[in-house]
T-cell receptor
Framework: QKEVEQDPGPLSVPEGAIVSLNCTYS??????FMWYRQYSRKGPELLMY????GNKEDGRFTAQVDKSSKYISLFIRDSQPSDSATYLC??????????????FGRGTQLTVWP | DGGITQSPKYLFRKEGQNVTLSCEQN?????MYWYRQDPGQGLRLIYY???????QKGDIAEGYSVSREKKESFPLTVTSAQKNPTAFYLC????????????FGPGTRLLVL
């Protein structure tokens, strides 16, 4: 079993829809949770970053972490065609325990059509 | 401009040839990483370095080698021992040894002739 599971999609939604992207994980030691956005043939860019459980909101994006269920989500409100990209979840253990390495999901490919 | 640069953007390798991918950062970050990305497989860690003159193998280090002689630079060599090198290679850096947020370069696409 991979440590981080993510449905690769593809996911296709109309402009203005609410998008929900999810990852599950198996290692309860994970404390930091990230979402990266990757446009085609580009490097990933950090979108959201959350420590431990709870919600974090940034504009149209909301990240949720439920450590009891080992489940994280990214919600995109009022989705736009410019949101079309691959979204990668990533997570890591507490600082000092593993020299900062990240564990990535496979990525979910999202298309928002006008 | 601060950031991470990778070169070349595209690289072609012949059978039996070693090739080196460049990664430079001017963010003054301590840690640097190399990932390989294949379609539908996400990012897999090849090597990482927390400090100059020190580096560790990641999950798929076989057929690759690295050096870290300067803080700003972390070149990756794809050796002839890597039998399936065609992939998108991504370099990343992070601000300190335990920093969980990584910043990525634009990537190098390696193709085998």
């Amino acid at each position: 079993q991979k440590e981080v599971e993510q449905d690769p999609g593809p996911l296709s939604v109309p402009e203005g829809a609410i998008v929900s992207l999810n990852c599950t994980y198996s290692n309860s030691a994970f404390q930091y949770f990230m979402w990266y956005r990757q446009y085609s043939r580009k490097g990933p860019e950090l979108l959201m970053y959350t420590y431990s459980s709870g919600n974090k909101e940034d504009g149209r994006f909301t990240a949720q972490v439920d450590k009891s269920s080992k489940y994280i989500s990214l919600f995109i409100r009022d989705s736009q065609p410019s949101d079309s990209a691959t979204y990668l979840c990533a997570m890591s253990r507490p600082r000092g325990s593993t020299l900062g390495r990240l564990y990535f999901g496979r990525g979910t490919q999202l298309t928002v059509w006008p | 401009d601060g950031g991470i640069t990778q070169s070349p953007k595209y690289l072609f390798r012949k059978e039996g040839q070693n090739v080196t991918l460049s990664c430079e950062q001017n963010l003054n970050h301590d840690a640097m990483y190399w990932y390989r990305q294949d379609p539908g497989q996400g990012l897999r860690l090849i090597y990482y370095s927390q400090i100059v003159n020190d580096f560790q193998k990641g999950d798929i280090a076989e057929g690759y080698s690295v050096s870290r002689e300067k803080k700003e630079s972390f070149p990756l060599t794809v050796t002839s021992a890597q039998k399936n090198p065609t992939a998108f290679y991504l370099c990343a850096s992070s601000p300190d040894r335990d920093q969980e947020t990584q910043y990525f370069g634009p990537g190098t696409r390696l193709l085998v002739l």
